[in-house]
């Protein structure tokens, strides 16, 4: 089966600190990329960041960073700094063959300030 | 570049009504997702087009759902007859490439049609 799992369903976190949203999956397959994406109120959802899965390093977009730990299946990823803006729904997700995308539940964000 | 159109924006209809809605994807883009999104929860794929064919419409409720890729482009999802648990967000996405798994692939989405079911 192939699943993603996000255990958190809200968080919050003050302005300028930093929060990590968490993100499990489970797939038989050996090729895959993992995303994250942003959903804001506006609903339309936006790429925030991408990791292949093949890569070891850890993938890194401005304030967006994740940790991508390959043999527990885990892919957090942390937002630095946060900003206002970054209040939204965010979804974990990954392709496997034949671009097919799994998502999961999402964990909605608020940040304060 | 244009982004994934999708209208309407916002649909209310009573049960047992019919509804479309309709996708524009990204010019040149080979694979077209249709995705309903009910409140609080994850995109779930309805059905995948690659070009004409379709790749996955295991999870479209056939009964009462359809969809359609025009030449490969424009697509059309109905709902016929619409029950009460469709109300939803529904999603149009498209990618570029059409194969086994492509490398620097994304989803690209479009801003969603609402539609609330009476």
């Known amino acids: 089966a192939q699943t993603v799992t996000q255990s958190q369903p809200e968080m919050s976190v003050q302005e300028a600190e930093t929060v990590t949203l968490s993100c499990t999956y489970d797939?038989?397959?050996?090729?895959?990329?993992l995303f994250w994406y942003k959903q804001p109120p506006s609903r339309q959802m936006i790429l925030v960041i991408r990791?292949?899965?093949?890569?070891?390093q850890n993938a890194t977009e401005n304030r967006f960073s994740v940790n991508f730990q390959k043999a527990a299946k885990s892919f957090s990823l942390k937002i630095s700094d946060s900003q206002l803006g970054d209040t939204a729904m965010y979804f974990c997700?990954?392709?496997?063959?034949?671009?097919?995308?799994?998502f999961g539940s999402g964990t909605k964000l608020n940040v304060k300030p | 570049e244009a982004g994934v159109a999708q209208s309407p924006r916002y649909k209310i209809i009573e049960k047992r009504q019919s509804v479309a809605f309709w996708c524009n994807p990204i010019?040149?883009?080979?694979?077209l997702y249709w995705y309903q999104q009910i409140l609080g929860q994850g995109p779930k794929l309805l059905i995948q087009?690659?070009?004409?064919?379709?790749?996955?419409d295991s999870q479209l409720p056939k009964d009462r759902f359809s969809a359609e890729r025009l030449k490969g482009v424009d697509s059309t999802l109905k709902i016929q007859p619409a029950k009460l648990e469709d109300s939803a967000v529904y999603l149009c996405?498209?990618?570029?490439?059409?194969?086994?798994?492509?490398?620097?692939?994304?989803?690209?989405f479009g801003s969603g049609t609402q539609l609330s079911v009476l």
């Open positions: 996405a498209s990618s570029l490439e059409a194969g086994m798994i492509a490398t620097n692939e994304k989803l690209f």
């Open positions: 797939t038989s397959e050996s090729n895959y990329y």
């Open positions: 990791q292949e899965a093949y890569k070891q």
């Open positions: 997700a990954f392709m496997v063959r034949f671009n097919k995308f799994y």
């Open positions: 010019s040149g883009h080979a694979t």
């Open positions: 087009f690659q070009n004409n064919g379709v790749v996955d």
